[in-house]
């Protein structure tokens, strides 16, 4: 029974570049967060997705950002023209549908910005 | 927006000794959770408390959710240094449901 699947790990990328992130959520979930946390901190919402529906993206940065949850396939968490700032551990979450479960996160990508 | 809120955020103890964090929202909370995070690792779902006053226990840990749902807390007794890592307590906030973390504390335990 796997768990949320995350890849990659770990990703550099140089500035300018775009940043792909993807996330399998657990079989029989289909509720996925995506949190991102910088180094010391706590873990900061980004967004909730559904399939084919954004939920809540009211902790996504309006530009540069964008995720998505097809009706086949991961979830992706996309960061265009990434910037220094924009290094951190991206770690998605899933959960059961409809109910308040806690949630499952995968190992997380740690994105690196040179 | 709602905020959930941790003290303290480090925490450093002698093996052996009790260690606690506190957890306070903004609002009340409907339920709250508990995760670890050990160092390099993702957190791990520990509990889920959802009545008022509730509290629940594994093994060495004790979880406790306040009689108006606004605040928890996280015991440790005689802490091991398996114990180690960052504790973050989450209460669901927003209109759609996400859960909303805490900063952390993060407990170190010297042998």
């Known amino acids: 029974n796997a768990g949320v699947m995350q890849n990659p790990r770990h990703l550099v990328r140089r500035r300018g570049q775009e940043a792909r992130l993807r996330c399998s959520p657990m079989?029989?979930?289909?509720?996925v967060y995506w949190y991102r946390q910088l180094p010391e901190e706590g873990l900061k919402f980004m967004v909730y997705l559904q399939k084919e529906n954004i939920i809540d993206e009211s902790g996504m940065p309006k530009e540069r950002f964008s995720a998505e949850f097809p009706k086949e396939g991961p979830s992706i968490l996309r960061i265009q023209q990434v910037v220094r700032g924009d290094s951190a551990a991206y770690f998605c979450?899933?959960?059961?549908?409809?109910?308040?479960?806690?949630?499952?996160f995968g190992s997380g990508t740690r994105l690196t910005v040179v | 927006g709602q905020q959930v809120m941790q003290i303290p955020q480090y925490q450093h103890v002698q093996e052996g000794e009790d260690f606690t964090t506190y957890c306070n929202s903004s609002t009340t909370l409907s339920n709250i959770q508990w995760y670890k995070q050990r160092p390099g690792g993702h957190p791990v779902f520990l509990i889920q408390?959802?009545?008022?006053?509730e509290v629940k226990k594994q093994k060495r840990l004790t979880f406790q959710f306040g009689e108006a749902k606004k605040n928890s807390s996280l015991h440790i007794t005689a802490t091991q240094t398996t114990d180690v890592g960052t504790y973050f307590c989450?209460?669901?906030?927003?209109?759609?449901?996400?859960?909303?973390f805490g900063k952390g504390t993060k407990l170190s335990v010297k042998p």
């Open positions: 079989k029989g979930h289909s509720h």
């Open positions: 408390l959802v009545k008022s006053g």
């Open positions: 979450a899933s959960s059961r549908t409809g109910e308040r479960y806690g949630y499952t």
């Open positions: 989450a209460g669901y906030g927003g209109s759609q449901g996400n859960l909303i």
